[in-house]
C-alpha cells in the first residue's frame, strides 16, 4: 500500500491518423505542397471522371492519385532513405512527365469531346494538375541539373573504357 509508483515521464501521444499523415514541416515544404496539391487534383479529377460519361478516362487520375499519395508517405517518413536502391529523384521525374503529358491529352479530348458538366469539369481539373506535374518536373530537373553541374559524381574518375570511346580529336 506503500508503494507508489512515479508517473512516467509524459510523451505525446501520437494517434494512429498523425502517424500516417506526413509532418508539418514536409507539408510546409515545396516538395510537400506539390504532392499535395497533385494528389488533390488528380482526386477530384477522379471523381468528376466517376461521374462523367468520359468515365473511360477515370484511370489516369486514380493511378496518378495513388502515386503521389504513395510518394507523399515515402518522403514525409522518410522511406526513400531507407530504400538506396532505388533512383528516387529520377523515378519522381518520369513520373511526373508521363503524368503531365497523359493528363494534358485526357483533358483534352475531355473538355473537346465530351459536351455533359462533369467531363468538363475533369477535364479543367486535369489541366490544373497537369500544371501541378509540369511544375514539379521542372523543379526535379532543375535540381537534378544543380547537382550534376556541381559534381556530383566528381569524385569518380571516367573509366579507361569511356576515354578509349570518347569523340575527342585530341588523341
Sequence with gaps: MGDIEAPEPTRPRQTVLQSVLPSREFATSRKGMLLVAEAVLSFVSFVCFAAATAAAFVTVPLLEFLAALFLLFAYSTKFNERFKGFLWPLMDFMRCVTASIIFFIVS???????????????????FFATIAFALDFYLIFNELANFLKEGGNSNVEPTRQQEEFSDSDSD
Design 108 to 126: 483534352i479530348i475531355a473538355v473537346s469531346k465530351y459536351s455533359d458538366g462533369a467531363s468538363k469539369a475533369a477535364g479543367v481539373f486535369g
